[in-house]
């Protein structure tokens, strides 16, 4: 009996120490340069490989492929070992962590190596209700392009990697129009793991101010309904609460650039083109953490650190109320009559922020000349701040029970796929009554923006009509769990329609037209024989001078309301049924 209780004493004092021991064998880059540099990426990847063979709470797969030729990874962390996303996600929390997506900005990539270490090595109490995934850096090719350089405003780290990816893509403005391997995968992955919760890992750009970290939550209105007013009353409030009782303070993102905060802001619209709009689209819980880039890097990793070391107690706390949000918002949006397509602030509504920052002066530049602004950090001070986080719609579409898409349009079936949209083929002709759209007006911008013109401020008109469609075409039911992807592409006027992304440049483009001196006869028959076309003819040559002072505009006018015109111009081939 004296032997066994040694033995037990042995085995309870070896244990106490074991912890630590195992976080000793497992130091991060970023832990051995005391804070001053990140791990490369294949420092990363074989530090995640090494844990994986050690601890079974932790498992690492390839998922798809990057731009990079190297493929995406994703670490999963759950202390009952289950790694089938299919079971776990029933029950658990499903907590998604993004890294890397802008490379240089690489706080989240060593914070989270961190975590998973801490977590399976049990320095960190292990969660019962939640699972842990990261994607340990998500742009690739942007990590393999180290420099010292181009993170002009930021301190720290050493040396990082480029915010374009291979393709020199800015990865965070492409989960829309998905041009990236990377973006495809990411769907890939968010469509295996369903994730509850999502973070995304950034370094800010903007002001100066007293806190190192920032959050920037996605827009509550936008999210919409009870999920929404739980985002923004319950999760931000606890998140905020529960750093502040670790000593650390944080803010909402101080959404200004070249000017200084006490004069309000407001709260960043993240539009489905970044992380945190396209994952709202399936009622996920998103944030971006935005640590400030003037705090030194230490610093900032640790309190990135601390920020999703106090998500997950949140999400252990929450799952049930989580669970139970995410169903009311996919079950409420299947009920839905209209949807928002534009937003905008609303001016009767804003929240006062107690706000730490430094006073600025504005100086003469001795570069230019011209007045400079300069933060004193000498000068703290606590302010209360106007900001504006309420948004309404300004425009809105019935919402319609069917799309059809023309069978020609497989780029645009192909990411339907991707996000798990379903639809059928029609397999014979058939006569539908639908509603169709012309575009009348949009605009485009000037310069590229990420290989793109894109277009905005579009506006169509609609009408009613029987059209067949072919064997081949297809037929989209709206009112399933892709119900806002659905909406914010195939909507024209939505921000990030696929529309306004240029996949349907083509019918902007008249295929066939008229030769003046051959057209000049026929156009004189028609107003001949159209009292009703001769009258608006008239009116827009007296109404309108520029009109009437450009003889080809005329004609060309005149074409346009003849047989001769395509139908194809201008006609948005994307078709609505309504109830």
Known sequence: MRYFSFLLLFCLVACEHKPEEKVAEFPTHFETTEGTETATYLQVVDFYIRLAKEFPEINVQTVGETDSGQPLHIATYNPDGDFNFNKIGQNKTILLINNGIHPGESDGIDATMMLFRDLAAGTLAPPKNTVLVAIPVYNVGGALNRNTATRANQNGPKAYGFRGNAKNYDLNRDFIKSDTKNARTFAEIFHLVKPDIFIDNHVSNGADYQYTLTHLFTQHDKLGGHLGEYLNTRIRPALEAALLEDNWEITPYVNVYNAVPETGFSQFMDYPRYSTGYTTLWNTLGMMVETHMLKPYKKRVEGTYALMQNMIR???????????????????????????????????????????????????????????????????????????????????????????????????????????????????????????????EYKTRNSPYEGHYLHYDTKVSRNQEKITFTEGDFVVPVRQEGIRYL?????????????????????????????????????????????????????????????????????????????????????????????
């Open 314 to 440: 949140i999400a252990e706390n929450e799952t049930e109320n989580i669970k139970k949000f995410r169903k009311k918002a996919f079950d409420f949006s299947k009920t839905l009559t209209h949807y928002p397509t534009q937003w905008e602030i609303d001016s009767t509504r804003n929240s006062i922020l107690n706000f730490k920052g430094y006073e600025a002066d504005s100086l003469v530049s001795e570069v230019t000349g011209k007045p400079r602004l300069r933060y004193d950090r000498s000068r703290p001070f606590t302010k209360e701040v106007v900001y504006k986080d309420f948004m309404i719609p300004k425009d809105s579409v019935r919402v319609p029970e069917y799309y059809v898409i023309k069978k020609g349009y497989t780029g645009i079936m192909e990411l339907m796929q991707l996000n798990n949209i379903e639809f059928e083929v029609l397999e014979k002709d058939t006569l539908l009554t639908v509603e169709s759209y012309r575009i009348e």
């Open 487 to 579: 909406m914010e592409t195939l909507e024209p006027e939505a921000t990030d329609s696929f529309f306004n992304w240029n996949f349907f440049d083509t019918i902007l483009q008249q295929k066939e037209g008229f030769s003046p001196y051959v057209f000049e006869d026929e156009a004189a028959t028609l107003l001949k024989q159209d009292s009703v076309l001769r009258d608006s003819f008239l009116t827009k040559k007296a109404t309108d001078p520029k009109f009437e002072a450009n003889w080809y505009a005329q004609l060309s006018w005149l074409y346009r309301q003849s047989d001769h015109y395509e139908k194809a111009h201008m006609s948005y081939p994307v078709f609505r049924v309504l109830k």
